[in-house]
Structure formats: structure tokens, C-alpha cells
């Protein structure tokens, strides 16, 4: 194991142990005792149905690009794609998806990589206005209330990296001149690999644009879903929101702005620690206690890792081969 790896381990659960401590840790511990399991189960059969959508779009994009994939195969890459995001900075470990593909069912790696940049560029860029919007928000209700913004400054830097990413991925899927500019690579130790694989990918990107309008319909029915589990998360530890607007709307901008937290540059896993005490920090400005919040977060974790364990077989496989 890497010491960078052994390093960001350690440091992930210093973070995990602090917030526990400066939120109260037995009645973190009460909270989880008395969880509803039926809307927990509701939670996580929402979270599973999230991931049929995201294997279907993945279907959809190389069935545009002549490449075939089973919607099991689709699903199967998919799940041990968001378990390796789950303990990677910025959930990098998602294209994790693309390699598996490429193992299982010989899709080229190209293809394989557009139908994951692809739609999380529309993914990324609507989380990225819901995000900011509800960052705007949040900042208007902190200045009112203690005349401070600068606590967020991170989220701001968050947003930052988010529209960075998105603009680079713009510029690998819809922009030769760009990809052509990358030619140095070529003379770097994976350069010679990394460079075919991005032309080939800008290559096929016609089936992207084509298919915007069906990408954006399955990102808005996952947005649905996804502010569905949250709340239903919420319900399970008795959580109740003092907002003007319906809880189901909260929690349908929250969680872009809790995503873009995992992409403040972090020493932690996944930003793990840095996004449980943000949305602490948040969901105290709507009434929350922090105990809630933190038993929440932490809830919300697990339980997508206990879902995607579905895919550690795939996972697995992937991390053999690096």
C-alpha cells in the first residue's frame, strides 16, 4: 500500500473521530440506535434505483457509438465504479467504470470513457448552478444572521474546481484542437497510452450531443430520486428542517451543495470529514443540531458504500490489475 494511500486512511478517520467528538459522540451513537428501518430501506432501494439509471445511460451512449454492453454488464461496472469513488479524492475512482468495462466486455477504452465523461459533464454542470445556488443562499443567511461569509471560502473554492473540471471535460469531448494540443503526451511514461485513448474518445464525441436531450432527462429523474433518499435519510433519524420551502426542495440543493464540498482539495478520502462537518455546519443554520446533522452525513455515507458493495467484485478486479 502506498504511504500516500496509508496517510489519507488515517487522516480520513482523525477527521471522522473529531467531528464525532465536537458533536457529541453518545448521542451520535442514540441517534443511530433509534433509525427508522423502513424509511432506511426506502433510502437505499432509491440509491439502487439511482445506479439502474446511471447503467442505462451508460447502455445508451455506447449503443450510440456501436459498442455493446449488457444492462447487467452496465450495472455491474457502474456499482464498482462508485465503490472506488467512495474512498477517492474528488470520487475520482468512478472511472474505475470505463477500465472494468473495458476488462468484462471489451469495449474500447475510448467508448468506454465518453459514456462516463459524457454525461457527467451534464451532470456536473447542473450540480454545479443547483450548487451555487444554494451556496448563494446559504452565504445571504450567514451574512444576515452573524455578518460573516468567510467560513464558506471553501465551498466557494469548491464551485472553483467543479467549473474547471467542467470546462476540461468540455474541452476532451468536444474540442480536437485541444486534444490535438495534448500530443505531448505522447513523450511521457503514460502519456503514449493516455493520448490515444483521449483522441479516440473526442472521436465519438457526436453521439454525446445527440443524445443531450435523453442525458439530461435521466440526470433530472436521478436528481428526483436522489432528493428522495436524502429526505427519507432525514426521516430515518428524525430530522426536521425549519425551512420556508418544502423539505423535499431542501434536500433536492443540499446534495449538490454537500457534492461540491467533496471537491474542496482535501488530504481525507472523498472528502470524508470535510463534507460530514460542512453539512453539519449547514443543516445548524435550518435548526439542525449537530449531532442530527453529523448522524445524517454519516448515515448517508454508509449506506451508499453498503449499496455499492454490490460492485466490490468488479472493484476488485480493477484494483488487481493497477
Not at 423502513?38 to 455506447?62: G, K, P, Q
Not at 472506488?84 to 470520487?91: L, Y
Not at 459514456?115 to 452565504?139: D, N
Request: hydrophobic share 60%.
Amino acid at each position: 500500500m502506498r504511504k500516500s494511500i496509508l496517510l489519507q486512511i488515517i487522516l480520513s478517520i482523525a477527521a471522522i473521530i473529531l467531528i464525532l467528538y465536537l458533536s457529541d459522540f453518545t448521542k451520535v451513537v442514540g441517534i443511530m440506535k433509534r433509525i427508522n428501518a423502513t424509511y432506511l430501506l426506502a433510502a437505499a432501494l432509491l440509491y439502487f434505483t439511482l445506479n439502474l439509471f446511471m447503467a442505462y445511460r451508460i447502455t445508451l451512449v455506447l449503443k450510440e457509438v456501436k459498442a455493446r454492453i449488457s444492462f447487467v454488464e452496465a450495472l455491474e461496472a457502474s456499482l464498482s465504479g462508485m465503490l472506488a469513488s467512495d474512498f477517492t479524492p474528488a470520487r475520482t475512482g468512478y472511472f474505475a467504470t470505463a477500465f472494468l468495462m473495458n476488462l468484462n466486455s471489451k469495449i474500447p477504452l475510448g467508448k468506454a470513457m465518453l459514456s462516463i465523461l459524457g454525461p457527467q459533464l451534464f451532470e456536473f454542470s447542473f450540480k454545479c448552478i443547483a450548487g451555487s445556488l444554494a451556496l448563494w443562499y446559504v452565504m445571504d443567511l450567514i451574512a444576515y444572521r452573524i455578518g460573516s461569509e468567510a467560513g464558506f471560502l471553501g465551498m466557494l473554492l469548491g464551485i472553483a474546481v467543479f467549473i474547471l473540471m467542467i470546462i476540461v471535460m468540455a474541452l476532451l469531448i468536444f474540442s480536437r484542437s485541444f486534444v490535438r494540443k495534448l500530443s505531448f503526451m505522447r513523450m511521457l511514461p503514460y502519456g503514449k497510452h493516455l493520448y490515444p485513448l483521449l483522441s479516440n474518445m473526442q472521436k465519438s464525441s457526436k453521439a454525446v450531443r445527440k443524445l443531450a436531450p435523453a442525458i439530461t432527462a435521466i440526470y433530472l429523474a436521478t436528481w428526483l430520486i436522489k432528493s428522495f433518499e436524502w429526505l427519507f435519510l432525514a426521516k430515518s433519524v428524525g430530522m426536521t428542517i425549519a425551512s420556508p420551502v418544502p423539505e423535499l426542495l431542501f434536500f433536492a440543493f443540499l446534495n449538490p451543495l454537500v457534492t461540491i464540498l467533496q471537491f474542496i482539495p482535501s488530504p481525507t478520502l472523498a472528502g470524508m470529514g470535510i463534507s460530514e462537518g460542512g453539512t453539519a455546519v449547514i443543516l445548524l443554520l435550518f435548526g439542525v443540531p449537530a449531532y442530527e446533522s453529523i448522524a445524517f452525513a454519516l448515515l448517508a455515507r454508509s449506506m451508499n458504500i453498503a449499496v455499492d458493495l454490490l460492485g466490490i467484485k468488479g472493484a476488485a478486479k480493477v484494483v488487481n490489475r493497477i
